[in-house]
């Protein structure tokens, strides 16, 4: 009767096998681009009925069951590991409004969201970024230079000038150079001010942000329009040439990945006193955005290193945690007690490198880099409830089995099960 119930158990893991290596091709080969969580979970349970199917973990050979805990939390770590570095590599380019890339793509955006007849004042404006510095979650330090080219055929009176509306300094006042350009005047600044900008966090540290550059003229009530001033720069724009950009560009910690100009139109609920107030129409502006990758290695590891070592002592722990008599007991030094106060030094800690995370973000809600505190706060606390009723009057039959093999067997399958689940949810 058992070697027929263990066959069944061996044709069911084969079939889950055979199901979840055909989802896994045909995600890989008709949908590459599809989600990275499907295809990891099917991997994940082929390679899973994989090892059981070959191991077999039924008897008493302890050493089975082992093997098979062992093997699932390596394929999780694998996981882990695998959506680390596609996360890191995607080229997601998520930026503000309509990116352009040349004057063509600028006068067909501009032709669709103008009035028809529209003869708004454009002034070609260009940036060139020198080095960034984030000196506070949501606070960035820019340094470069800003220009304009002012065409003769502009109406007289214009005022000449960028608002930076984001900044601490909004109006640039260090003339850098002014210049006559053919039929046109140029006319740069050099900035060097902190822009108060929302960055998303979520992902930390494998986040991606868009530090951007938003740019108004001075004359407000004049409609006049800031365009791209595209023929400064090399052409065709590719955004990871990063145009824009000093080759020895500084920042700490973070990769530059591309650049690019875009629109984004907005409407406000103030003339800021210049007459009497009417509604208008939402208006294009211009940015200049600049997206950076985080170099994660050094935040994820410095990290990850602690809550690792806690993880090894919370599960060394658990083999002092035994339901022999009062002689093996006292041998090996368990008490409830004990177990309970190991717990909580240890839920001290990792709270400590929680609140060192938080720090470093300020973001309104979790970030990713806390789901692996929320992992070990859940095996420390199975961990000590384990001790309780290791200790009770009539211990339940998964604690009398085999002297408390159960938590040992299923605590590194829950821990790095636990933290690829978040991971893709976060993540993938």
């Known amino acids: 009767?058992?070697?027929?119930?263990?066959?069944?158990?061996?044709?069911?893991?084969?079939?889950?096998?055979?199901?979840?290596?055909?989802?896994?091709?045909?995600?890989?080969?008709?949908?590459?681009?599809?989600?990275?969580?499907?295809?990891?979970?099917t991997a994940l349970l082929c390679l899973t009925g994989v090892v059981v199917l070959l191991v077999r973990p039924f008897g008493r050979q302890a050493w089975r069951y082992w093997v098979c805990s062992a093997s699932f939390s390596l394929f999780c770590l694998a996981g882990l590991i695998v959506v680390w570095d596609q996360v890191h590599e995607e080229d997601k380019h998520v930026v503000i409004g309509q990116v352009v890339r040349s004057t063509e793509e600028t006068t067909a955006y501009l032709a669709g969201e103008l009035p028809p007849g529209n003869t708004t004042a454009q002034i070609p404006t260009g940036v060139y970024l020198e080095s960034i510095r984030f000196a506070a979650s949501n606070e960035v330090q820019v340094s470069g230079y800003v220009w304009q080219r002012y065409p003769d055929s502009l109406p007289p009176g214009l005022t000449r000038g960028v608002v930076l509306p984001e900044a601490d300094d909004s109006y640039p006042t260090k003339q850098a150079y002014r210049h006559r350009d053919g039929d046109a005047e140029v006319i740069g600044w050099y900035f060097k001010t902190a822009f108060v900008q929302k960055f998303d966090y979520s992902r930390y540290p494998l986040d991606r942000q868009?530090?951007?550059?938003?740019?108004?003229?001075?004359?407000?009530?004049?409609?006049?329009?800031?365009?791209?001033?595209?023929?400064?720069?090399?052409?065709p724009w590719h955004p990871e040439r990063m145009h824009g950009l000093d080759p020895q560009f500084v920042t700490a910690r973070w990769q530059p990945q591309s650049t690019a100009f875009s629109f984004s139109k907005h409407s406000y609920t103030t003339n800021f006193g210049l007459g009497r107030y009417t509604d208008r129409p939402p208006f294009p502006e211009l940015y200049f955005n600049l997206l950076v990758n985080r170099q994660f290695h050094g935040p994820l590891f410095e990290t990850l290193v602690p809550i690792g070592f806690i993880a090894v002592l919370v599960f060394a722990a658990l083999f002092i945690t035994t339901n022999g008599d009062e002689l093996r007991r006292t041998f090996v030094g368990f008490t409830s007690f004990g177990v309970i106060s190991f717990a909580v030094s240890m839920v001290l800690v990792v709270a400590v490198r929680q609140n060192a995370i938080r720090e470093a973000t300020a973001a309104p809600g979790i970030v990713y880099l806390e789901y692996f505190?929320?992992?070990?706060?859940?095996?420390?606390l199975i961990s000590a409830i384990n001790a309780l009723l290791v200790t009770a009057r009539t211990p339940i039959a998964l604690i009398r089995w085999r002297d408390n093999l159960a938590p040992r067997l299923l605590y590194w399958p829950l821990l790095l099960g636990f933290s690829l689940a978040t991971t893709l949810s976060t993540l993938g």
Request: proline content about 7%; glycine content about 6%; aromatic content about 14%.
């Open 210 to 235: 868009d530090v951007w550059i938003r740019m108004w003229h001075p004359d407000f009530n004049r409609g006049v329009l800031l365009v791209p001033d595209f023929r400064a720069y090399p052409q």
């Open 1 to 41: 009767m058992g070697q027929e119930r263990y066959r069944r158990v061996d044709w069911a893991v084969a079939g889950l096998c055979v199901l979840s290596a055909t989802a896994f091709v045909l995600l890989s080969v008709f949908d590459p681009g599809h989600e990275l969580a499907p295809r990891v979970l």
């Open 373 to 380: 505190s929320f992992g070990l706060y859940l095996v420390v």
